[in-house]
Protein backbone atom coordinates (compact mmCIF):
# COMPACT_ATOMS: atom_id res chain seq x y z
CA UNK A 1 0.00 0.00 0.00
CA UNK A 2 1.31 3.48 -1.24
CA UNK A 3 2.92 5.63 1.96
CA UNK A 4 3.96 8.85 2.54
CA UNK A 5 7.60 8.96 3.48
CA UNK A 6 9.33 11.44 5.35
CA UNK A 7 13.33 12.11 6.32
CA UNK A 8 15.31 12.45 8.03
CA UNK A 9 13.25 10.39 11.45
CA UNK A 10 15.51 12.56 13.56
CA UNK A 11 17.41 16.04 13.48
CA UNK A 12 19.30 17.93 15.96
CA UNK A 13 20.11 21.54 15.14
CA UNK A 14 21.44 24.43 16.78
CA UNK A 15 19.43 27.61 17.45
CA UNK A 16 19.57 29.73 13.84
CA UNK A 17 20.14 27.44 11.45
CA UNK A 18 18.60 26.01 8.43
CA UNK A 19 17.02 23.20 8.25
CA UNK A 20 15.04 21.52 5.62
CA UNK A 21 12.76 18.52 6.03
CA UNK A 22 11.63 15.92 3.22
CA UNK A 23 8.60 14.53 2.21
CA UNK A 24 7.56 12.53 -0.29
CA UNK A 25 3.89 12.01 -0.67
CA UNK A 26 1.41 9.28 -2.35
CA UNK A 27 2.17 9.41 -6.01
CA UNK A 28 -0.89 10.11 -7.63
CA UNK A 29 -2.04 12.53 -4.74
CA UNK A 30 -2.41 16.71 -5.73
CA UNK A 31 -2.24 18.21 -2.01
CA UNK A 32 0.33 18.59 0.48
CA UNK A 33 0.28 19.14 3.62
CA UNK A 34 2.57 20.10 7.08
CA UNK A 35 1.50 19.51 10.64
CA UNK A 36 3.79 19.90 13.84
CA UNK A 37 2.69 18.67 16.85
CA UNK A 38 4.95 20.02 19.88
CA UNK A 39 5.53 17.85 22.79
CA UNK A 40 2.16 17.31 25.01
CA UNK A 41 0.06 19.56 22.52
CA UNK A 42 -2.32 19.01 20.17
CA UNK A 43 -1.13 18.51 15.91
CA UNK A 44 -1.22 21.96 14.55
CA UNK A 45 -1.75 22.74 10.86
CA UNK A 46 1.00 24.42 9.05
CA UNK A 47 0.57 24.99 5.80
CA UNK A 48 -1.60 23.16 2.73
CA UNK A 49 -0.17 23.07 -1.08
CA UNK A 50 -1.63 23.03 -4.31
CA UNK A 51 -1.14 23.42 -7.60
CA UNK A 52 3.11 24.49 -6.51
CA UNK A 53 1.26 27.19 -4.81
CA UNK A 54 0.35 27.85 -0.30
CA UNK A 55 -3.65 27.58 -0.57
CA UNK A 56 -3.71 27.99 3.05
CA UNK A 57 -1.67 28.50 6.21
CA UNK A 58 -1.85 28.91 9.38
CA UNK A 59 -0.51 32.15 11.42
CA UNK A 60 2.46 29.73 13.09
CA UNK A 61 3.54 29.81 9.49
CA UNK A 62 5.61 32.95 9.48
CA UNK A 63 8.30 34.37 7.00
CA UNK A 64 10.66 31.50 8.79
CA UNK A 65 9.27 29.36 6.97
CA UNK A 66 8.69 28.05 3.16
CA UNK A 67 7.70 25.03 1.52
CA UNK A 68 8.63 23.68 -2.03
CA UNK A 69 7.91 21.14 -4.83
CA UNK A 70 11.33 21.01 -6.33
CA UNK A 71 10.52 17.83 -8.48
CA UNK A 72 7.95 15.53 -8.93
CA UNK A 73 8.05 13.64 -6.19
CA UNK A 74 9.47 15.86 -2.59
CA UNK A 75 8.11 17.89 -0.88
CA UNK A 76 9.96 20.35 1.21
CA UNK A 77 9.12 22.32 4.66
CA UNK A 78 12.42 24.84 5.25
CA UNK A 79 12.94 26.40 8.63
CA UNK A 80 15.10 29.47 7.67
CA UNK A 81 16.60 30.14 11.27
CA UNK A 82 15.30 28.05 14.06
CA UNK A 83 14.33 28.78 17.44
CA UNK A 84 14.19 26.59 20.53
CA UNK A 85 10.34 26.61 20.05
CA UNK A 86 10.32 25.15 17.07
CA UNK A 87 11.71 21.79 18.54
CA UNK A 88 8.49 19.39 17.62
CA UNK A 89 7.75 16.49 15.50
CA UNK A 90 6.67 17.85 12.43
CA UNK A 91 4.52 15.54 9.70
CA UNK A 92 3.75 15.54 6.06
CA UNK A 93 0.35 14.82 4.62
CA UNK A 94 -1.06 14.43 1.58
CA UNK A 95 -4.86 13.92 -0.25
CA UNK A 96 -5.72 13.18 -3.79
CA UNK A 97 -8.24 14.82 -5.92
CA UNK A 98 -11.41 12.45 -5.73
CA UNK A 99 -11.36 12.43 -1.64
CA UNK A 100 -9.08 15.13 -0.36
CA UNK A 101 -10.85 15.27 2.80
CA UNK A 102 -9.11 12.39 3.74
CA UNK A 103 -5.34 12.62 4.50
CA UNK A 104 -2.25 10.26 4.98
CA UNK A 105 0.27 10.49 7.01
CA UNK A 106 3.74 10.44 6.97
CA UNK A 107 5.80 8.68 9.90
CA UNK A 108 7.06 12.49 11.54
CA UNK A 109 10.48 13.70 11.42
CA UNK A 110 11.15 15.24 15.03
CA UNK A 111 13.27 18.10 15.20
CA UNK A 112 15.39 19.43 18.08
CA UNK A 113 16.84 22.34 18.56
CA UNK A 114 18.88 23.19 20.75
CA UNK B 1 -13.02 29.17 14.73
CA UNK B 2 -13.76 25.11 15.26
CA UNK B 3 -12.26 23.26 18.13
CA UNK B 4 -12.22 19.47 19.11
CA UNK B 5 -12.12 18.03 22.64
CA UNK B 6 -10.59 14.46 23.78
CA UNK B 7 -11.69 14.31 27.67
CA UNK B 8 -10.29 11.33 28.21
CA UNK B 9 -6.18 11.65 27.86
CA UNK B 10 -6.15 7.81 29.17
CA UNK B 11 -7.79 5.18 29.22
CA UNK B 12 -7.29 1.41 29.24
CA UNK B 13 -9.34 -2.32 28.18
CA UNK B 14 -8.58 -5.71 28.96
CA UNK B 15 -8.11 -7.44 25.54
CA UNK B 16 -10.92 -8.81 23.59
CA UNK B 17 -12.83 -6.50 25.33
CA UNK B 18 -14.65 -3.39 23.99
CA UNK B 19 -13.64 0.83 24.90
CA UNK B 20 -15.24 4.04 23.56
CA UNK B 21 -12.92 6.95 23.06
CA UNK B 22 -14.94 10.18 23.56
CA UNK B 23 -14.81 13.51 21.33
CA UNK B 24 -16.29 16.73 21.03
CA UNK B 25 -16.30 19.45 18.63
CA UNK B 26 -18.14 22.63 18.36
CA UNK B 27 -18.85 24.34 14.72
CA UNK B 28 -20.89 26.65 13.49
CA UNK B 29 -20.76 24.99 9.85
CA UNK B 30 -23.74 22.42 9.19
CA UNK B 31 -21.25 20.02 6.62
CA UNK B 32 -17.81 18.45 7.35
CA UNK B 33 -15.70 15.60 8.18
CA UNK B 34 -14.75 13.93 11.22
CA UNK B 35 -11.81 11.49 11.47
CA UNK B 36 -10.10 9.25 13.95
CA UNK B 37 -6.62 8.49 13.44
CA UNK B 38 -4.30 6.19 15.76
CA UNK B 39 -0.36 6.82 16.39
CA UNK B 40 1.36 3.53 17.26
CA UNK B 41 4.44 4.27 19.12
CA UNK B 42 5.89 3.88 15.61
CA UNK B 43 4.60 7.53 15.11
CA UNK B 44 2.68 6.70 11.87
CA UNK B 45 -0.54 8.81 11.86
CA UNK B 46 -3.25 5.98 10.29
CA UNK B 47 -6.69 6.68 9.19
CA UNK B 48 -8.92 4.48 11.58
CA UNK B 49 -12.18 6.28 10.18
CA UNK B 50 -13.76 8.71 8.75
CA UNK B 51 -17.72 10.27 9.26
CA UNK B 52 -19.37 12.73 6.91
CA UNK B 53 -21.79 14.97 8.35
CA UNK B 54 -24.42 14.78 5.93
CA UNK B 55 -24.60 10.90 6.37
CA UNK B 56 -26.75 9.85 9.63
CA UNK B 57 -25.56 6.59 9.25
CA UNK B 58 -22.28 5.76 11.73
CA UNK B 59 -19.25 4.76 9.89
CA UNK B 60 -17.96 1.33 10.49
CA UNK B 61 -14.42 -0.31 10.06
CA UNK B 62 -14.43 -3.76 10.95
CA UNK B 63 -13.60 -3.97 14.70
CA UNK B 64 -14.30 0.18 14.46
CA UNK B 65 -17.20 2.29 14.68
CA UNK B 66 -18.20 5.67 15.33
CA UNK B 67 -21.50 6.76 17.38
CA UNK B 68 -22.05 10.47 15.15
CA UNK B 69 -24.30 12.49 17.34
CA UNK B 70 -24.43 15.62 15.26
CA UNK B 71 -26.71 17.76 17.22
CA UNK B 72 -24.49 16.76 20.42
CA UNK B 73 -21.39 17.46 18.67
CA UNK B 74 -20.22 14.36 19.73
CA UNK B 75 -17.99 11.67 17.70
CA UNK B 76 -16.95 8.63 19.75
CA UNK B 77 -15.02 6.00 18.49
CA UNK B 78 -16.16 2.18 19.57
CA UNK B 79 -13.28 -0.71 19.42
CA UNK B 80 -14.92 -3.88 19.88
CA UNK B 81 -12.35 -7.45 20.36
CA UNK B 82 -9.40 -5.12 21.20
CA UNK B 83 -6.35 -6.37 20.56
CA UNK B 84 -2.66 -5.53 21.82
CA UNK B 85 -2.24 -3.78 18.56
CA UNK B 86 -4.77 -1.56 19.10
CA UNK B 87 -2.66 0.56 21.57
CA UNK B 88 -1.75 3.64 20.38
CA UNK B 89 -2.05 7.15 21.03
CA UNK B 90 -6.17 8.41 19.37
CA UNK B 91 -6.83 12.15 18.03
CA UNK B 92 -9.99 12.78 16.68
CA UNK B 93 -10.47 15.64 13.40
CA UNK B 94 -12.40 17.72 12.09
CA UNK B 95 -12.09 19.22 8.50
CA UNK B 96 -14.67 21.69 7.02
CA UNK B 97 -16.73 20.68 3.70
CA UNK B 98 -15.89 22.86 1.03
CA UNK B 99 -13.81 25.54 2.93
CA UNK B 100 -10.68 24.84 5.04
CA UNK B 101 -8.57 21.74 3.91
CA UNK B 102 -6.60 21.77 7.13
CA UNK B 103 -7.46 19.38 10.10
CA UNK B 104 -8.11 20.35 13.16
CA UNK B 105 -7.06 18.07 15.99
CA UNK B 106 -7.88 16.96 19.34
CA UNK B 107 -5.36 16.17 22.21
CA UNK B 108 -5.52 12.50 21.76
CA UNK B 109 -6.42 9.86 24.27
CA UNK B 110 -3.95 6.80 25.02
CA UNK B 111 -4.80 3.86 24.54
CA UNK B 112 -3.62 0.87 26.81
CA UNK B 113 -4.58 -2.72 26.12
CA UNK B 114 -3.93 -4.95 28.84
CA UNK B 115 -3.12 -8.78 28.08
Known amino acids: EPEVTQTPSHQVTQMGQEVILRCVPISNHLYFYWYRQILGQKVEFLVSFYNNEISEKSEIFDDQFSVERPDGSNFTLKIRSTKLEDSAMYFCASSEWETQETQYFGPGTRLLVL | AQTVTQSQPEMSVQEAETVTLSCTYD???????LFWYKQPPSRQMILVIR??????QNATENRFSVNFQKAAKSFSLKISDSQLGDAAMYFC????????????FGKGTKLTVNP
Open chain 2, 51 to 56: QEAYKQ
Open chain 2, 27 to 33: TSESDYY
Open chain 2, 93 to 104: AYRSYGGSEKLV
